[in-house]
């Protein structure tokens, strides 16, 4: 069912089953993202249901700007930024920056990226996250994560340099054991 | 190779990631528990608890009928009122009389019959709650307070209110109740609504 007609449901009624529909659309994706934001199980389970209660106070005023998804990712992130305790890394963008070359993820596996993730810092990861893997675009993190443009692409380009580092480490030292 | 891209190769990578995974079932339950509690949301009758919910009041009903006794179990437990809410213009109350015709059956027999009555009125659409009653009842009359007494010959020992469509409806619901074959009768009264 599409999102709107979920929400319309779920707001005419206030029904528990209504509420389900929307729930169960939506939070394993979700909650797939509050595990590579906390790599933590039991502060992903506190984020799903934090944003959840969340979400639902404000629903009604919900304008549809954005997809309904980008939205709770929007709530998810903001709680997960408001309990980290770590600053986050903000450095602009140089031109010098963008010349580097290094090695590539070519050699790595899915898993080993995921762990490439979980390894990153909670800054660069959720950019990563947002960028690589959920496909938004700078300006619309920007947006989600309320920071220039320019922060979010030095981010994801300190993000990738050492995610890159760490897998290139990390096939080397498989090579090394063969 | 230039970090502000990602090549072909590293974009199938991220591509091979996992983007789902199902959250424990705790998750949901603990969510709609504070968002009932916040009144943001109104408990659904499902089939599932609906079910067990008419099994308990299916026991309970059995239980003050004729005096039998039938096996408490922990879904006695429920709160079966909590859990149905009526609409006043489309409300009925059956209520539940026995007198000396009354001849109830085998208590597992009957433990059935009304699970199914209960099951059948709630597929058909209806909301149905009820309570049995203690057999201690006093009357109110001026300034007298009168017993009655735990032989009387009439007894009124639960009742069962009910949404339906029309008086006519609600009559077929108590016609249906196993409580009218095993001798009981059953006064089916209109809500009210002014």
């Known amino acids: 069912m599409e999102d709107q007609k979920l929400v319309h449901e779920f707001l005419k009624s206030r029904s528990e089953r209504a509420f389900l529909e929307l729930y169960r659309s939506k939070t394993p994706h979700l909650y797939r993202m ?6 933590d199980e039991y ?101 989600l994560l309320d920071i ?30 063969e | 190779m230039s970090e502000e891209h990602l090549s072909e190769a590293e974009k199938n990578l991220f591509q091979a990631l996992e983007n789902e995974k199902n959250p424990p079932k705790h998750i949901e339950k603990n969510i709609i528990t504070q968002l009932e509690q916040e009144g943001l949301i109104k408990k659904t009758i499902t089939m599932n608890n609906y079910v067990k919910w008419a099994a308990s009041l299916a026991a309970s009903v059995l239980l003050f009928m004729g005096g039998m006794y039938y096996e408490k179990s922990n879904t006695q437990q429920l709160n079966a009122n909590a859990m149905v809410e009526i609409e006043p213009t489309k409300g009925y109350i059956l209520i539940l009389h026995e007198d000396s015709n009354f001849e109830p059956g085998d208590p597992m027999a009957m433990f059935e019959e009304y699970k199914s009555w209960m099951d059948n009125t709630f597929s058909r659409g209806l909301k149905i709650t009820g309570q049995e009653l203690k057999q201690e009842a006093t009357l109110v009359k001026g300034e007298t307070q009168e017993v009655f007494p735990e032989d009387a010959e009439t007894k009124t020992t639960g009742y069962f209110l009910v949404e339906a469509n029309s008086y006519q409806e609600a009559v077929a619901v108590a016609q249906e109740n196993p409580h009218i074959k095993y001798g009981g009768s059953i006064e089916v009264k209109p809500f009210m609504v002014r």
């Open chain 1, 34 to 39: 509050a595990l590579r934001l906390t790599q």
């Open chain 1, 148 to 177: 220039t443009e320019g922060t979010s692409k030095s981010q994801l380009f300190y993000a990738r340099k050492a995610l890159r580092e760490y897998l290139s480490e990390d096939t080397s030292k498989g090579k090394s054991h």
């Open chain 1, 43 to 143: 502060q992903s389970e506190e984020l799903i249901q934090e944003m959840w209660v969340i979400a639902i106070r404000k629903l009604a005023d919900f304008e549809w700007r954005s997809e309904l998804k980008t939205w709770l990712i929007g709530i998810l992130i903001n709680l997960s930024r408001s309990k980290r305790k770590e600053k986050e890394l903000s450095v602009e963008i140089t031109p010098e920056m963008s010349l580097d070359s290094s090695s590539e993820m070519s050699f790595a596996s899915a898993h080993d990226l995921e762990n490439g993730i979980a390894d990153l810092p909670p800054g660069y990861r959720q950019i990563v996250i947002l960028h690589d893997i959920e496909g938004y675009k700078h300006k619309e993190i920007a947006d």
